[in-house]
């Protein structure tokens, strides 16, 4: 009975933080070609037959970086590339094929403010990275639910379908890493776990890994391995609307170094590590909202890269 009553409710409201599997997301590398998806997916599938929507916005600030410095380190790497902030639009479209296997797709359109580059030390080039971003298909799978919880397989499959042709001020192309699209097929796996400690306290889980194969420009972007961990607690109920959680995540983001010809970036890659507390609404028992906000509590890159200070999300859904 507690699955029964729950199941819709908690769909709908964990949709903005929880559901959006594989969202581009961005961190060193400044398109969202690079990214994938760290915000934890839970095992819970939509009901046979429902639909979900779901809009959302993401803004990243990036550690300060001054044209002088700039040029400093593209010296000691040979090359270097900086943003202000970026913001990346996401639609993401859900629908349940059975009580245990929910399909979807997302794209999206991403800005970056003020992308500067360096590949000599000397000169500064500028550029307008912005467009719509790569296509994702996504299929999740329930295998199993019981009183421990629920478990699901986790898949997906990227099209190139995102803009690749931006250019500097220079005339040339953008790497596939600043790009809003990368140019590549690449493909996802995962598990994910959920479960209810109470009727109003919840705990999911995830794994995720992204298969990334070459993109334009021969350059390949670095397989991504992402853990995460999330928990809310429903302080008002949620069959009462409109209702309020608190939710807190942390995440392990590993990326891969990129490659060009088969040769490894030096300046790319590493390991990320945030932290995450945000918030979900639900307004009515179909739409609810959400924001977090995320803060990197480790950043072991590789070579030279520009850091992340943090990032917001804000976001709504329905479901029909």
């Known amino acids: 009975m ?3 009553n729950l199941g819709f409710g908690y769909e709908f409201s964990l949709f903005v933080l929880f559901l959006l599997l594989f969202v581009k997301h961005v961190d ?4 969202p070609g690079a990214g994938g998806g760290t915000i934890t997916v839970p095992a819970i599938t939509l ?12 803004f990243t600030e990036f550690e300060d970086i001054s ?5 400093n380190k593209a010296v000691e790497a040979g090359s270097f590339d900086a943003a ?15 009580d245990d296997f929910t399909i979807g797709l997302n794209i999206g359109w991403f800005e970056s403010i003020n992308f500067r580059s360096s590949d000599d030390g000397v000169s500064v080039t500028h550029a307008n990275p912005d467009g719509i ?11 199993f639910r019981g009183p421990q919880g629920h478990c699901a397989f986790l898949a997906g499959v990227k099209f190139p379908t995102g803009v690749t042709d931006r250019k500097n001020t220079a005339g040339e192309k953008l790497e596939a890493v600043d790009q809003p699209g990368s140019g590549s097929y690449d493909f996802a796996t995962g598990l994910a776990y959920s479960r209810w400690f109470t009727k109003d306290w919840t705990m999911d889980t995830s794994f995720q890994y992204i298969l990334r194969t070459e993109g334009v420009r021969d350059f390949k972007i670095g397989d991504r391995m992402d853990w995460a961990l999330a928990t809310a607690y429903q302080i008002i109920p949620r069959n009462k609307y409109p209702n309020f959680a608190p939710v807190g995540e942390i995440s392990i983001r590993y990326l891969f170094r990129d490659e060009r010809n088969w040769m490894d970036e030096p300046n790319s890659g590493g390991t990320t590590v945030f932290l995450s507390p945000g918030v ?3 307004i009515t028992p179909r739409f609810g909202a959400g ?14 890269q520009q850091k992340t200070d943090f990032k917001t999300t804000v976001g709504v859904s329905y479901s029909f």
């Open 133 to 143: 971003t790569d296509l994702w298909l996504f299929g999740k799978y329930r295998f």
């Open 67 to 71: 044209n002088s410095k700039l040029l």
């Open 291 to 304: 924001t977090s906000v995320s803060f990197p509590v480790l950043q072991n890159l590789f070579g030279e």
């Open 280 to 282: 979900r609404v639900g």
């Open 47 to 58: 009901k046979s037959g429902a639909f979900s929507l779901g809009l959302r916005t993401e």
């Open 2 to 4: 507690r699955t029964r």
């Open 84 to 98: 202000d902030r970026t913001f990346l639009h996401t639609m993401d479209i859900g629908y349940g094929v059975t």
């Open 28 to 31: 060193a590398n400044h398109g």
